[in-house]
Structures are given as structure tokens and as C-alpha cells.
Nanobody
Framework: VQLQASGGGLVQAGGSLRLSCTAS????????MGWFRQAPGKEREFVAS????????NYADSVKGRFTITRDDSKNTVHLQMNSLKPEDTAIYSCAAKSILTAEYGYWGQGTQVTVSS
């Protein structure tokens, strides 16, 4: 499966962005999906995940209450709604997918840059 993230940009602190992750080559319906981010000079970190059928969602503590992950399997797309953005949210955001049979994310997409100005 090929994943492509989009929707990043430059926004002022307190603003919102909606990221999209579109898949091709395979349906996302049977896959768990996640969003990760990597800021300059830092390691990649988990942001949010959603299981198949949207049965469960998990968020990093730093984004709880501000970010929401959703999926639309009919469009093979996963979204990350980001509200109340902070300068520390600045990073390259990437989406990833994994089989329900594996622990690790095996499919990764190109990231999209999110820059939050103070």
C-alpha cells in the first residue's frame, strides 16, 4: 500500500489544520492507521492511532483534547484534525499503516510539513 499525507502548512498558534492520508494499492479497511511526527533534531514520535472499524483511538498525551483522528474507509483516507495548535507541534507529519497481525507499522507515507508560528 502506498500512503500520501497532505494538508500541512503554516498556521499561527491557536489555529487549526486538517491532515489527510490517502492510500492506493490496497484498501485500508483491514489496517490499523497511525500518525507520527518528527521535529528538527528530534526522534519521530507517535501522535495518534485508530484501529480498523474505528473501534479504538489512542493519542499522545501532548495532543489529547486538541487532535482527532478519523478514518473514511470508503475513500481510503485517514484524517488528523489538529486544533489549538502550538509552536511545539511544528514537525513533519507522516501517516502509517499496519496489519492487525503485526505489532509494527509496516507501511509509511511521505510526510507533510506543519509549521506553527508563535
Amino acid at each position: 500500500v502506498q500512503l500520501q499525507a497532505s494538508g500541512g502548512g503554516l498556521v499561527q498558534a491557536g489555529g487549526s489544520l486538517r491532515l489527510s492520508c490517502t492510500a492506493s494499492g490496497r484498501t485500508l479497511r483491514e489496517l490499523h492507521m497511525g500518525w507520527f511526527r518528527q521535529a528538527p533534531g528530534k526522534e519521530r514520535e507517535f501522535v495518534a492511532s485508530i484501529t480498523r472499524n474505528s473501534a479504538a483511538r489512542n493519542y499522545a498525551d501532548s495532543v489529547k483534547g486538541r487532535f482527532t483522528i478519523t478514518r473514511d474507509d470508503s475513500k481510503n483516507t485517514v484524517h488528523l484534525q489538529m486544533n489549538s495548535l502550538k509552536p511545539e507541534d511544528t514537525a513533519i507529519y507522516s501517516c502509517a499503516a499496519k496489519s492487525i497481525l503485526t505489532a509494527e507499522y509496516g507501511y509509511w507515507g511521505q510526510g507533510t510539513q506543519v509549521t506553527v508560528s508563535s
